[in-house]
């Protein structure tokens, strides 16, 4: 505080490399490389956030890195990870990684690593249908459409309804859903 009214003199121009240096400390280059190699979407967020912060100033890429965000994570939320599963050593695996595990004749068993609710809904009862197509039209006769709840930690009443909508949908076809290895809390 003794110094401030020397400083209130002080061209303005004259703290900018003041003002750089300790900028320079919160710009980690490694931590973009990190990004970059291993989480694309974050280091996109870093990058839009660092530059408005350049291009503008600080607020508006503070801004900016928060839309962006708020952005990715709705995309996330809206677009889990859905599955198609099958055993491998006692254990359902993703297809996907483990082609050789073995899917049960008559059940297609699907799996989503994310809480069921409203924005991904519809995303989960379309890829059951399309894992049910896909099995008949490899000449599977299909009775059971399962989904695996172990990954599910939460269910709203979007989630509950598409689940009651299509284990009817399913049973009208002579087909049943099950819905196994459920939580406690949403069983």
Not at 4 to 21: E, V, Y
Not at 121 to 129: R, S, Y
Not at 137 to 163: H, P, R
Not at 167 to 183: D, I
Request: proline share 4%.
């Amino acid at each position: 505080y003794i110094l401030l009214p020397a400083i209130a003199l002080l061209p303005l121009a004259s703290m900018a490399p003041i003002i750089i240096q300790g900028a320079i400390v919160f710009i980690d280059v490694h931590e973009f490389k990190v990004a970059l190699r291993s989480f694309p979407s974050e280091f996109a967020v870093m990058l839009v956030t660092l530059l408005v912060s350049l291009v503008l100033t600080v607020k508006e890429g503070l801004l900016a890195g928060f839309v962006c965000s708020i952005l990715k994570t709705l995309y996330e939320v809206a677009n889990p990870n859905v599955a198609l599963v099958g055993l491998v050593a006692g254990t359902l695996r993703d297809l996907r990684y483990f082609p050789e595990a073995k899917q049960a004749p008559n059940a297609v068993v699907v799996r989503m690593d994310a809480q069921l609710h409203f924005a991904n809904a519809g995303k989960l009862k379309e890829f059951v249908f399309k894992a049910i197509q896909l099995r008949e039209s490899m000449g599977c006769t299909i009775e059971y459409a399962v989904i695996d709840g172990k990954s599910i930690n939460g269910i709203d009443l979007a989630g509950g309804l598409m689940l009651q909508g299509l284990a009817e949908t399913l049973g009208s076809r002579g087909q049943t859903l099950v819905v196994a290895n459920l939580k406690a809390p949403i069983a």
